[in-house]
């Protein structure tokens, strides 16, 4: 039970970028989640039980038994913009407020964006490989030969905050741009068109869309099949969008060019003998489409300010839609 009046807060990861506890303090006792490892669901649980607040990171479940645990609950502060872990209907009717932080990770998804477009398409996953096994053995000219960004057409399905930043950074590649989808015509930045014209029409196709039943497998082998051979596929948004059987068999076939991925469906991918990691032209990355240390702080400030709004008796900075 708590040991003060004020309300309980409890974090669900150790050593948080940011130092979210810190904001926090004055406002609420703050529990912070003790192992290096993140909660089970049955830990996470426990560790709501007796709370007001709960700050959340990706993967943690928040469900019907999670909340009918914790009758105390009034606010989840999501320390991510993705809420695709929480059962929102639960949640509305336990009368529980979950927060986001939209507008403040868009810039840096969209250099990692960027960065998987280049290394997939410029095989630079399989250089870096080649070379920490010794095999730079000669300056061949057609060593590690790959297609260029500059100038390619990139589609952006989903233009909301983090497709717009990348459609900005494709100015200075000269790309040609089009998108599917978010409420913005694109204007002066790029044209909006249906989303089988942008698979059939892109070199390179980008995600940033939310994952909801709507964008489950949006990207299946149909969609697939309409991707030229030379494109490339790029997720930074979630792992359910795109369907990766089907991926995996367009790589090995030859019908895509190369893709990558900073999301899967079941993260984490602990296994090193993971077939996904063994996909030809497949760059895969652990999810950091966020993580610079100011990024990362300023998600868990923002989370933690989210908090503080909804138990001060005032309402949340930035309540997830719907
Ligand atoms: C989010 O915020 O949802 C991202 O996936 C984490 O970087």
Redesign the pocket.
């Known amino acids: 039970m708590p040991t003060t009046s004020l309300p309980r807060v409890a974090l669900s990861r150790r050593g948080l970028p940011g130092n979210p506890a810190a904001t926090l303090a004055p406002h609420a006792e703050v529990l912070e989640w003790p192992h290096e490892r993140p909660p089970g669901p049955a830990e996470l649980r426990e560790l709501a039980a007796d709370c007001d607040g709960l700050m959340c990171?990706?993967g943690d479940r928040i469900d019907a038994e999670l909340l009918a645990g914790a009758p105390r609950l009034r606010v989840v502060g999501?320390?991510?913009?993705?809420?695709?872990a929480v059962d929102l209907a639960a949640v509305r009717a336990a009368g529980v407020v979950v927060t986001?932080?939209p507008g403040v990770?868009h810039e840096?998804?969209a250099d990692l964006a960027f960065a998987l477009m280049l290394m997939a398409r410029r095989r630079l996953g399989a250089a870096v490989d080649a070379m920490r096994a010794g095999g730079w053995t000669d300056n061949r000219m057609d060593g590690f030969l790959g297609l260029d960004v500059t100038g390619a057409t990139l589609g952006i399905v989903g233009f909301g905050q983090i497709g717009q930043a990348v459609a900005r950074r494709a100015q200075g590649f000269g790309m040609r741009v089009i998108h599917h989808g978010g409420r913005s015509s694109g204007a002066g930045l790029s044209r909006r068109v249906d989303l089988d014209d942008l698979l059939q029409t892109a070199d390179v196709v980008t995600l940033h869309v939310p994952l909801t039943d709507e964008t489950r497998g949006l990207i299946g082998a149909r969609e697939l099949a309409l991707m030229k051979p030379t494109a490339t596929l790029i997720n930074?948004?979630?792992g359910g969008i795109v369907d990766e059987a089907a991926l995996a068999d367009a790589l090995r076939a030859g019908r895509l060019h190369s893709a990558g991925l900073?999301?899967m469906t079941d993260e984490p991918r602990r296994d090193p003998a993971d077939p996904l990691f063994g996909v030809p032209n497949l760059v895969v990355l652990p999810?950091?489409?966020?993580?610079t240390e100011a990024?990362?702080a300023r998600?868990t400030d923002h989370a933690a300010r989210n908090i503080i709004a909804v138990l001060s008796g005032g309402p949340a900075l930035t309540p997830v839609p719907g």
Request: aromatic share 8%.
């Open positions: 990171w990706i999501l320390a991510s913009a993705g809420y695709d986001n932080v990770l840096t998804t930074t948004a979630r900073d999301v999810h950091v489409g966020s993580a990024t990362r998600m």
